[in-house]
Every structure is written in C-alpha cells, then in structure tokens.
C-alpha cells in the first residue's frame, strides 16, 4: 500500500470514528511529530504507521487523539515511550499528525479506547 493510500484510508478511518470512540478523555495538552530511530517496545519508527509514544500507557493501548483546533481524531497504538518535553503528552508519527491536520505541535486530548 502506498504512503497516499495509507493516509486516506487513515483519513476515512478518523471522519468514520465519531461518536463509535466515545470513551472518557484520559489527558489534554500538546502532541508533537517524531519520526526516527527504534521503539521502546522493539519496533523501528515508521513514518507511515498510525503510532504513538505516551510515557506510561502499555505497548498495544489503542488511544483516541483528538486535534483540538481542527476537531478532527486519529486511533494511534502505543508502541514507545515519551515525549520527554514538559507539558507534551503525546509523540505522533507523521501519517498520524497529517490525519489530525497538524505538523509540529498541536493541542490534543487523548482517550483511551482498548488497553494493551
């Protein structure tokens, strides 16, 4: 499947999600991109994947992150541990922040929708 595909059919998934996630939020604040290197749970970072790093949820929590400026939500799996950034809560891949519309920084709010 190509990065275009991927993003789309990301893209389908979070406009499709709505009011189905409808778990409590877990944490508000700041969520950055990252892109590189080795998990802490093993895996190699994959810019295209929809994962995420939180300091203290399991490997495997499926987690609803929800751009609080555009609205719009993502389902990322835990798979590494951060940010390690005051005030920041969550690390997203790149094909994650495109589907929550944001490059950089953005305010989120997170919740938990199946535990690892």
């Not at 390690?84 to 922040?97: C, K, L, Q």
């Amino acid at each position: 499947m190509t990065h275009a595909k991927i993003i789309m059919a990301a893209t389908v998934f979070c406009l499709s999600l709505g009011a189905a996630g409808s778990a409590h939020a877990d944490q508000s604040g700041m969520a950055s991109v990252y892109s590189y290197g080795r998990t802490a749970s093993g895996e190699k970072v994959h810019s295209g994947a929809l994962t995420a790093a939180h300091r203290s949820l399991p490997f495997g929590t499926m987690v609803r992150v929800t751009n609080r400026h555009t609205g719009r939500s993502v389902l990322v799996r835990i798979n590494d541990r951060g940010p390690f950034v005051r005030g920041r809560v969550i690390d997203v891949t790149p094909a994650a922040a495109h589907a929550l519309g944001f490059s950089g920084l953005a305010p989120v709010t997170l919740a938990v929708m199946r535990r690892g």
